[in-house]
């Protein structure tokens, strides 16, 4: 695995959101050509702006013929599918909408690549061809037993919500474009991930800046939570850019990769890191409106695949992931 790697040219969709900004900082420093796509330039939110150089195309993955274009005219060596509803949540709220962009979304960008790869000169990968890595969720397993863990790739899939089904049903659709028309596919089953940018609709970004915010003297001692019981296994958003940089420039094509660290979490000991983080007396309340239906209370990942073919090593620890994201929230408490 130590062959030095070819510069690529890589499409990133969803560009724009929380891992897309990582991303996009990964394969500049890694030497690679970056070209984003997303609904949305990036800025409205506040998310960074794109390392210098970078373009920009701006595309809604629910238009076949937009994608079909856009794929044509960039002729990129690989693409990194990041664009999405990402949020389970939502999902309960917005069912139809999460299966329209994460499913049929991923048919027309499949559907794209599989027109343009004839007239594509891409071989600069490995295999010769336009390399698809499709980033799927751990949220496709469902509730499994604790005896089950850690889960393998060859676990039961058992979505458990809307969002989970979208990406359940992207990655077999992935999968299906590689056995059916050896499309040059890989896909991700993503634990979770966290780090700077990422909202604070997700857990931890929630717990750490509502801690920031009490240091900060911006919000009364209360933090406001779901279940705190649940374990989650997680990796900080760095390391998960790096495995996804790993996985477009060596994974096995048609193979489908848990992207984690092996290590479980429990959210309330996430909760009193960030308390202690605090360093004043907080109360803690269960908020209803957090409470999901069939809440899934563990899952942790093997990652012995992707460490196997990719040489994926964790750089970054619990502590100093949620370390760095409290004073990521230290930082905006005090600029707002
Ligand atoms: O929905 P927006 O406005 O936040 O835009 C999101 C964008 N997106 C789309 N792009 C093109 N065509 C569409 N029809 C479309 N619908 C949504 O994808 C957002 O800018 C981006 C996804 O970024 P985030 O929501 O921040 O997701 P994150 O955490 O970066 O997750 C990346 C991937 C997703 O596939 C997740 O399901 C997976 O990792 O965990």
Request: aromatic share 6%.
């Amino acid at each position: 695995m130590s062959d030095p790697v070819e510069r690529m040219k890589v499409l990133v969709t969803g560009a724009s959101g929380f891992v897309g900004a990582h991303l996009m900082a990964e394969l500049a420093d890694a030497g690679h050509e970056a070209v984003a796509t997303d609904i949305a330039a990036p800025g409205g939110r506040g998310e960074p702006a794109f390392p210098a150089g970078v373009a920009f195309r701006r595309c809604d993955l629910e238009d076949a013929s937009a994608v079909r274009e856009l794929v044509a005219g960039v002729r990129p060596d690989g693409v990194v599918h990041l664009a999405a509803q990402s949020s389970a949540a939502a999902s309960l709220e917005a069912p139809r909408a999460t299966l329209e962009t994460n499913v049929f979304g991923t048919l027309n960008l499949l559907e794209a690549v599989r027109a343009a790869s004839p007239a594509c000169p891409a071989a600069r990968t490995a295999s010769g061809k336009m390399r698809v890595l499709s980033i799927g969720s751990a949220e496709e397993y469902g509730a499994r037993p604790r005896s089950e863990m850690p889960l393998g790739e060859r676990s039961r899939v058992e979505p458990a919500s809307p969002y989970a089904v979208s990406k359940a049903a992207q990655t077999m659709l992935a999968v299906q474009y590689a056995r059916s028309y050896s499309l040059d596919v890989v896909a991700t089953r993503s634990f979770g991930h966290t780090g700077s940018g990422q909202p604070e609709r997700f857990v931890l970004p929630s717990f750490a800046k509502q801690c920031a915010e009490i240091a900060a003297g911006k919000r009364p001692p209360v933090v406001r939570t779901g279940r705190l019981d649940v374990v989650r296994d997680y990796l900080d958003v760095r390391d998960v850019v790096r495995a996804y940089r790993l996985l477009l420039e060596r994974g096995t094509e048609g193979e489908i990769y848990n992207v984690c660290s092996g290590e479980g979490v429990a959210l309330g000991d996430a909760l009193s890191f960030f308390v202690r983080a605090c360093g004043a007396e907080v109360a803690v309340e269960e908020d209803p409106r957090l409470l999901r239906p069939a809440d899934i209370q563990m899952l942790v990942g093997d990652n012995a695949k992707l460490v196997r073919d990719c040489g994926f090593e964790r750089s970054i620890g619990v502590d100093t992931m949620l370390g760095d994201l409290f004073a990521h929230w230290e930082r905006v408490a005090r600029e707002t």
